[in-house]
């Protein structure tokens, strides 16, 4: 991983279980390993267990008894039962994740019990840097300030971890340092209890970060104000976010493709990045861009392989702008393929959403029909966000190497604290405050856009003959609320998309039964494997629990309602 946050050799040594488990084995110090307290007697023990923490962040754990795609911290497995993904490549591959898009979900289902192994082993291991933090401080109270940060990093963590457990799951145990009971129930709010972490990570966290990747006050800030939001505290994540913005340490990057390039990794809107890192000693890239590897484009691609993620229709069409370059909706419209060269008026920011055909594809040259695995059977567009460009180091020497890469996993951009805000000022503040903040981000979208010369050109660009582009600003005063709300939600499913945000945002605004109905009635029509969609219904604001978690809880979890 970069800088400080390269995984050390040690933390292999730390143990790790899933937390629901009730085997004797738990209780029992793994042999060859070395415990908190010997970590807790040097800085750079007390370093490694947080590392370790972070390490949680790329979500995959080594185990190949788990399924490695579920774990992926953009959660893209979760995210294509929403509008913007398929789960793309042939049929009969990766059927388990098809499940999700169909609607036809079940507590057996391999990627909901690998995303809640891969969740909960986070929780451990920042809950063992809490306590080899308070060890240290213990032994070494003149270090306090050291101690505190790593306290609260590790604090953060947890509430990072457990905020992922709820938004796949909502009814969740909450697992602090001092339990010793691992079969806890779920049987309350976990919002609150997670808000009231992030405040004590608040109080102790540096006012900077101490190392890129690395969390401070800010960021812990920002998520506070994400936890209030979907805790729909409006004005008290406003009053976060606010404070945020008016820090002035972060800003929107000058191109959008900034947030998609290994080098404007860790940049001016970055807030919080998984880090990544190849051809450091790991030959398996397993502190790469791990569980993103199969969204990349199949057949001759570059890439090579897999193919999955697809972009949907409904999605490119979003894209679309009319004379003003404001968007257009999709409801109602008859969906087909964008074609390079084609009329239509386009956002920038599909073309580095989405690869299509004919379309440069980074600095890769044009995209080929044959990078789309199975003809066609999910869409004819690819991912995009989360490839590397030709220059960039790739894994040598590996299956597939060249899907992995040390390109960043963006989890927090300011771009969405952006809209976080807008969001709150609708509900509880200022309509035309709300405009200004789409506006900023509709502004910088217009400053580049997918070139051919150059990965990124001005959107004017006379080498630009695939696409006619345009993204223009709401110059009108907004004075509907109803209607301000849509523009708002319209702009994080352009600005966001395939990033992992899409289900959960459908999720928590109540609006996911309405949204994918009409969704599934455009796309079927060109993705056929939708017909055999089951509807979705008000169960669907949660993935169901893994049966084996309940199993094991000997009872005390309790399935979520409909499953």
């Known amino acids: ?83 913007d993904a398929h789960k793309g490549s042939e049929p009969g591959d990766g059927d388990d994740i098809l499940t999700f898009q169909l609607y036809q979900w079940t507590p057996a289902n391999a990627q909901i019990r690998s995303k809640w192994v ?31 940060e790593v306290i609260g990093e590790a604090t953060f963590l947890r ?18 340092e001092t339990d010793t009971d691992f079969q806890k129930p779920n049987d309350q709010p976990v919002l609150p209890l997670i808000i009231k972490d992030l405040d004590a990570a608040i109080a102790l966290l540096p006012a900077n970060k101490t190392a890129k990747g690395r969390v401070d006050k800010t960021v812990a800030t920002a998520f506070l104000g994400k936890v209030k939001l979907y805790n729909k505290d409006y004005t008290g994540a406003l009053a976060a976010f606010n404070t ?11 191109c959008f493709y900034d947030n998609f390039s290994v080098a404007g990794d860790n940049n001016s809107e970055s807030l919080f990045a998984v880090q990544t890192s190849v051809n450091d000693g790991d030959g398996d890239g397993q502190n790469s861009n791990f569980g993103e590897r199969l969204a990349m484009p199949h057949g001759s691609s570059p890439y090579g392989c897999c193919g999955f993620k697809n972009p949907t229709y409904d999605l490119a069409w979003a894209y679309k702008v009319d004379a003003n370059g404001l968007p257009i909706s999709t409801e109602g419209a008859t969906l087909k393929r964008i074609e390079a060269g084609a009329s239509d008026v386009l956002d920038p920011r599909i073309d580095w959403t989405m690869g299509r055909t004919d379309v440069p594809y980074l600095d890769w040259g044009v995209q080929k029909n044959d990078w789309i695995r199975g003809s066609g059977y999910a869409g004819w567009y690819s991912p995009k966000k989360n490839a590397h460009a030709k220059n960039d180091a790739s894994l040598s020497g590996s299956w597939a190497g060249a899907q992995l890469s040390n390109l960043n996993v963006e989890l927090l951009r300011y771009s969405d604290v952006l809209l976080m805000a807008a969001e709150c000022e609708v509900e509880v503040g200022d309509l035309n405050k709300a405009r200004a903040y789409v506006n900023q981000i509709r502004k910088r979208a217009g400053n580049c856009a997918q070139g051919k010369s150059a990965i990124a050109v001005p959107i004017n660009s006379p080498e630009i003959t695939w696409a006619k582009y ?38 928590r605004w109540g609006t996911l039964p309405t949204v994918i109905k009409s969704y599934l009635s455009r796309e079927s029509k060109l993705v056929s494997v939708l017909t055999t969609a089951l509807q979705p219904s008000d169960k669907n604001v949660a993935y169901p629990l893994p049966s084996t978690e309940i199993d094991r809880s000997g009872g005390k979890l309790k399935q979520n309602s409909g499953f």
């Open 470 to 507: 345009k993204v223009g600003e709401y110059t009108a005063a907004w004075t509907n609320k109803d209607a301000a709300r849509e523009a708002v939600r319209t702009e994080r499913r352009l600005e966001l998309a395939l990033e992992g945000h899409r289900i959960f945002d459908l999720q």
């Open 159 to 176: 509430a990072y971890y457990h905020f992922e457990a709820y938004k796949v799951w909502k009814n969740v145990p909450y697992y602090y």
């Open 244 to 254: 945020v913005i008016s820090s002035g340490k972060y800003s929107l990057a000058d």
């Open 1 to 83: 991983m970069k800088n400080i946050l390269k995984i050390s050799i040690v933390v292999a040594a730390l143990a790790s279980a899933v937390v629901a488990c009730k085997d004797s084995f738990l209780d029992t110090p793994p042999q060859a390993a070395l415990s908190n307290s010997t970590l807790a007697s040097s800085k750079n023990g007390v370093n490694a267990t947080l590392i370790a923490a972070y390490k949680s962040l790329i979500g995959w754990t080594g185990n190949w008894n788990e399924n490695a795609w579920g774990t992926a911290p953009s959660n893209w497995t979760f995210n294509v039962a929403a509008d």
């Open 118 to 148: 891969a969740t909960y082993e986070g929780v451990v291991r920042a809950n063992s840097a809490i306590n080899t933090g308070k060890e240290f401080l213990k032994n070494n109270p003149g270090d306090k300030t050291f101690a505190d």
